[in-house]
């Protein structure tokens, strides 16, 4: 079954490509090579610093290959020193200009920290410590999302590194629901109860790092994983994914070359037991801090 170009309810196609590269260069040609094979949904963030190079590959991609600014899934993300109702918006616009857009898919509180508002995206004070804004909350922040999709140009907003117990008030409080939330998600962290609740309340469950941020060991080495991909005659990245897929998760994976791109688009299900073997495994671990302080890894300085 040829799972990849499945859409949800709000017309996300599931399998997303993420732009957190280090380098200019690095960013285009990633993201013309994803666009090229086949990916139509593309996750970028203020806080990468690369939303320019996103935006000018996307334009150059989307006339190259003919395709219309409808067909592709265009996410970004507020940063933490933006939560400030008044600074929401302008954020929003700002991030608009550098991808070369007029509307937004998908706008993401990228964590639910307040850090002290201003131009440092990584406010800290004489001890190194970071320093967060104490003024604001994030039903705060979450009302200025709102009239973002009241304006008509953000389709949907929704949430990232948010645990359940945070999302529940939230979710409750909303005047708009978030449509989506992104958390890290593979097999050594499923997040079952945080699916659990999404589901029930037709929430997108966007997984990052299903790869586990393709760090080794971990699940991409794993020999449960090694074993099926052997058997089902697919890469232990291409398992990985479907595995993602299959439980009703959205994904986000970022491939840096046009064989990498074309292999981790070239997604097709699990045998049910192979599927269940992978659920079945026990090993736990988070690879990405970013929910404990809100600062996240695998950020280039001055990238
Ligand atoms: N909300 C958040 O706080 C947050 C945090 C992190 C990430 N994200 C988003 O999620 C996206 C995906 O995260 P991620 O990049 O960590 O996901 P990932 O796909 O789990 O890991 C990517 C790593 O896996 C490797 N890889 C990719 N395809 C592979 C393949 N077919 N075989 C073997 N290794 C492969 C890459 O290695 P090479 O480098 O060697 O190519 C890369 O280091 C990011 O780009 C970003 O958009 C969000």
């Known amino acids: 079954m040829e799972m990849k170009a499945t859409n949800n309810s709000i017309g996300m196609p599931l399998l997303g490509f993420g ?30 610093r690369n939303e320019s190079e996103v935006g000018e590959a996307l334009q150059a991609g989307l006339a190259a290959g003919g395709i219309a600014r409808k067909d592709i899934f265009v996410t970004t993300k507020l940063w933490n020193t933006n939560h400030r109702p008044e600074r929401v918006e302008p954020a929003f616009e700002a991030s608009l200009n550098r991808l070369q857009l007029n509307y937004l898919d998908l706008y993401l509180i990228h964590t639910p920290y307040a850090f002290q508002p201003g131009d440092e995206q990584d406010p800290r004070d004489e001890n190194g410590n970071v320093i967060y804004d104490r003024e604001v909350t994030l039903l705060d922040t979450w009302r200025a999302m709102e009239n ?18 945070e999302l529940v008030p ?3 409080s909303a005047r708009i629901k978030p449509a989506v939330v992104q958390v890290e998600a593979h097999p050594y962290l499923p997040e079952t109860e945080l699916l659990e609740f999404c589901k029930e309340k037709g929430i997108v469950f966007l997984a990052f790092a299903p790869l586990g941020h ?9 020999p449960v994983v090694l074993d099926i ?18 439980r009703g998760t959205a994904l986000l994976t970022t491939p840096k070359s046009p064989a990498r791109a074309r292999e981790n688009f070239d997604i097709s299900s699990l045998p049910e037991d192979a599927f269940n073997e992978i659920s079945r495994i026990q090993t736990r671990q988070r690879f990405n801090q970013v929910v404990k302080t809100g600062v996240p890894g695998f950020i280039a ?3």
Request: net charge negative.
């Open 19 to 48: 732009t957190l590269i280090i380098g200019a260069a690095e960013t285009i040609s990633a993201t013309r090579d994803a666009l090229e094979a086949g990916f139509r949904h593309f996750d970028s963030a203020e806080r990468y």
């Open 148 to 165: 973002l999709v009241d304006s008509g140009r953000c389709r949907a907003i929704g949430l990232s590194d948010i645990s359940l117990k």
């Open 170 to 172: 939230l979710y409750e």
């Open 214 to 222: 393709g760090m080794r060991p971990g699940p991409l080495e794993d």
């Open 229 to 246: 991909a052997e058997r089902v005659e697919k890469t232990p990245a291409q398992v990985l994914l479907a595995w993602a897929l299959q």
């Open 301 to 303: 300085k001055g990238n």
